[in-house]
Antibody
């Protein structure tokens, strides 16, 4: 059974940094891209970042590009999100999601279909 | 403001059929990129409902169906049940942003 467990959510001041982690189990981790999606309180979903199965390709939304870094450790089945220069607008529940995957060539690239999700971890940024 | 536009809310009577639209542009849906749909109940994580326009993951009832045409996509729910009350989000890839994007979400109410 696929299981994703996020951790690291906290309250921070604007300009600060925070690292989120997602522990995965129940599937061959290195064969699937992973993503982070966030949801501000009372708002809709916002795609944040994705990383290929081998970690060689990363993708970011314009709102976090240059401030957040997604990475993964396939030996530990974890994917992380390093969040720098935090803004009040980054306040949200952050979900880790497994990509459904497709055929892997030199790497397993994201398809955008997130078939399993964690329960999320809350990040609050204050001014 | 999302690149994919959904109605904020739709409603339908018990047992009836409703559709939720997702309107995009030529940089996303109209550019041939696939559309996926997610269902989210309050306080829980989203769940994949429809992928690649009209495919259901195992376990999703065939009361849920998806379609895509031009720059738009739709989610149809037939035989409405009280348990269908949730928020629904469409998602696609946007070539201008070079990123995946979600619609703003639609709250479905069963009357």
């Amino acid at each position: 059974e696929v299981h994703l467990l996020e951790s690291g959510g906290d309250s921070k001041q604007s300009g600060g940094s925070l690292s989120l982690s997602c522990a995965a189990s129940g599937f061959t981790f290195s064969k699937y891209a992973m993503a982070w999606v966030r949801q501000a309180p009372g708002k809709g979903l916002e795609w944040v970042a994705a990383i290929s199965g081998g970690g060689g390709s990363t993708y970011y939304s314009h709102s976090v590009n240059g401030r957040f870094v997604i990475s993964r450790d396939n030996s530990r089945n974890t994917v992380s999100l390093q969040m720098n220069s935090l803004r009040v607008g980054d306040t949200a529940m952050y979900f880790c999601a497994k990509d459904q995957g497709g055929s892997c060539g030199t790497d397993c690239y994201p398809t955008g279909v997130d078939d399993y999700w964690g329960r999320g971890t809350l990040v609050t940024v204050s001014s | 403001q999302s690149e994919l536009t959904q109605p904020p809310a739709v409603s339908g009577a018990l047992g009836q059929r409703v559709t939720i639209s997702c309107t995009g542009t030529y940089s996303n849906i109209g550019g041939g990129y696939d559309v996926h749909w997610y269902q989210q109940f309050p306080g829980t994580a989203p769940k994949l409902l429809i992928y690649v326009n009209n495919n259901r993951p195992s376990g999703v009832p065939d009361r849920f169906s998806g379609s895509k045409s031009g720059t738009s996509a739709s989610l149809a729910v037939t035989g409405l049940q009280p348990g269908d009350e949730a928020d629904y989000y469409c998602q696609s890839f946007d070539s201008t942003l070079n990123a995946w994007v979600f619609g703003g979400g639609t709250k479905l109410t069963v009357l």
